[in-house]
């Protein structure tokens, strides 16, 4: 199957008995909703395969989906998407009986007697039934119903038991809150899968490493190799480089920029350089502070590891005078990216020039110059920093080469941005260091948010 295939299920006729008796609420009943589509997006489903059907239950059962409704994975997530609760009583042996005479029944859609054929009933229920379920789940189990039980919060989890097939720990499923039972949905796709995992049985073409998800699989390289848009087979990355990169920050030092944030943009900086594998091979990096004039603080290749550099930019002290950005675009272009300043023959370069006004002298020429050079331009503008100049500067697609932020204080935010961007994109290999970092980043600030 091609990446991400579905897992092919059995045959299958499939119900859904949901429980929307008045203790579900209606942003619990919703997340039962979202939890039953989740499950019916990973199957195979179809009138030959996998038919889908839904029982809503309170004091009263009502049919929503019959297992002759219509087959279309479309049609049936909207099907659920219409369910309303009932908010009545609580009569599960009621919904299982009707699942028994009408759900599964030839005349409802039913395929009975077809070899190699699964039944599966799947209860969502918060309460303790009215009436009594374990008589009626023994016949609905002796009619080859194979019943899974999901019990949400004050649940008595001895009436689960009662309606659940065998294996019991298989068939029982508890979950604290509804808000959680979106933890079920992987292990109910894998229920229904017949291969599961397509890696193990060989059931894959990828060439170096072969991942496995539910019932499809994907392809990844070993290190120092990436994926090839195919999606199968491995290309070695260019020179082996790694991430090779000659990264070079042109940052205003102009009087406007105020010290406490000359602080804020060191440290910028330094959130880049983070994100960055320094090394002789991989990146190097260069600053250069402007002002009425020019001044090279270090050049590409002088540090060695993070740390030094990091150190250095600490250590930067500021200018405090005029905005000479053309003049400061100029020498980039004609001495930091020379070799003779350490930079490398056949490495990306990239510019990051960071400024807060418009400049006091004319800055086409060498904006232009820098882009025909090859050189890949970011333009960082904050506070009074004139948007066409922050254009003129960046690279082609201009929109994902400037930023702008009305306040220092969120150039932090913009880092984030730029540590993305700066892969070179022609070598995916070039990338792998620095998405590895950004999902770092991300996985924290959203454990942080939970």
């Not at 090779?244 to 940052?251: E, G």
């Amino acid at each position: 199957p091609s990446p991400g295939t579905l897992c092919r299920t059995k045959p299958t006729d499939l119900v859904f008995i949901l429980d929307s008796s008045r203790s579900v609420r209606p942003h619990e009943f919703e997340k039962i909703k979202v939890f039953v589509s989740r499950v019916i997006e990973a199957l195979d489903v179809g009138p030959n395969a996998t038919r889908v059907g839904l029982i809503n239950y309170a004091s009263a059962v009502r049919s929503e989906l019959s297992l002759q409704g219509p087959q279309s994975k479309a049609a049936l997530l909207q099907a659920v998407r219409r369910i309303q609760p009932l908010s009545t009583g609580t009569m599960t042996g009621l919904a299982i009986q009707f699942a028994i005479s009408r759900a599964f029944s030839a005349a409802e859609g039913g395929r009975d007697g077809a070899p190699n054929f699964r039944k599966v009933a799947i209860v969502v229920t918060d309460g303790r039934p009215q009436d009594g379920v374990q008589d009626v789940s023994a016949r609905a189990r002796a009619a080859g119903i194979e019943i899974f039980a999901i019990g949400v919060g004050r649940v008595d989890m001895g009436t689960l038991r009662q309606m659940a097939s065998e294996p019991l720990d298989e068939h029982v499923d508890y979950v604290e809150s509804y808000s959680v039972i979106e933890k079920l949905t992987h292990k109910f796709q894998e229920a229904f899968c017949v291969v599961s995992d397509l890696c193990a049985t060989g059931d894959h073409d990828c060439e170096q490493v072969c991942v496995s998800t539910p019932g499809a699989y994907r392809c990844a390289c070993r290190d120092g190799f990436s994926l090839n848009s195919d999606g199968r087979t491995c290309a070695a990355c260019n020179g082996g480089l790694g991430s090779a990169l000659d990264l070079v920050f042109l940052i205003d030092g102009s009087k406007s920029v105020r010290p406490e944030n000359f602080e804020l943009v060191k440290k910028f900086i330094n959130q880049i350089v983070d994100s960055l594998e320094v090394s002789d091979k991989q990146a190097q990096v260069g600053l250069v502070q402007y002002s009425s004039s020019v001044r090279q603080e270090f050049p590409l290749g002088q540090f060695k590891n993070k740390k030094d550099i990091k150190a250095a930019v600490k250590k930067m002290s500021y200018m405090e005078k005029g905005t000479m950005t053309g003049q400061a675009l100029k020498y980039l272009v004609d001495s930091s990216f020379s070799i003779i300043n350490g930079a490398r023959p056949g490495v990306p370069k990239v510019g990051i020039v960071f400024t807060d006004g418009r400049s006091q002298d004319y800055i086409s020429d060498a904006a232009k110059k820098a882009k025909d050079s090859g050189f890949r331009m970011f333009a960082v503008g904050v506070g009074n920093a004139v948007e066409d100049e922050l254009r003129e500067i960046a690279s082609e697609p201009v929109a994902e080469h400037y930023f702008y932020t009305a306040d220092f204080r969120t150039i932090s935010k913009i880092g984030k941005k730029l540590q993305m961007k700066i892969c070179v994109e022609e070598d995916p290999c070039e990338c792998k260091s620095i998405v590895k970092f950004q999902t770092k980043v991300e996985g924290l600030i959203n454990s942080l948010q939970q």
